[in-house]
């Protein structure tokens, strides 16, 4: 994963970043910069990713204390992060993170398109080992395409949509798969409180 993680963040060095949320060209894709010790977290209803790049953070969430480092993943929906304090900031002096919204809708479609028993397979955590154990590394991999498909407009119009539902299949076959698709079936049940 330090290869597609360390490629990412030199795609994301080359854009003007400023303190807090950085729009990207997607708009279910934003950058945040913080070289403050205190994070604002995303504030929205649909669930969310939140990719730690560089630098370390810590969540304080309803279940307790979360420390994220560099390719680590957290899901809103699964543990709604209250607050965020930056633990370590990178050799430039900031924090760097990737949030990526999703909508029920991004997730029950990427589920519904599965062909054979994938879908029963993810639900029983009964995927191969191998495919569970590079989905992290997948999803870095696919946003490193989106990123490097950024400035082109046709590129990204098309492959923009596609290259989403990669990085939704590869939640769902992640390790923890079991609670991204029960926070994916919780999107539209505001205060139903996760196990």
Known sequence: MAGNLEKLCKLISSYPLAEGENRTALPYLSICLSTQRKVDLPQTENVYIYAVLDGSIRLFTPSGIMDYVPGQFSVSKIDTPASGRVLTFSENGCFLALVMELTLNDVISVLLDLD?????????????????????????????????????????????NHI????????????????????????????????
Do not use: H, W, Y
């Open 116 to 160: 054979g028993n994938l879908a029963e397979q993810i639900a029983n955590s009964e995927l191969d080992s191998t495919v569970m154990s590079t989905s992290d590394d997948n999803v870095i991999a696919s946003i490193c395409r989106l990123f490097s498909i950024m400035d082109e407009p046709a590129q990204l119009a098309f492959m923009g």
């Open 164 to 195: 989403k539902r990669e990085i939704v299949f590869s939640f769902c076959a992640a390790p923890a798969e079991a609670s991204f698709c029960e926070a994916s079936s919780t999107f539209s049940k505001p205060g139903k409180s996760m196990k």
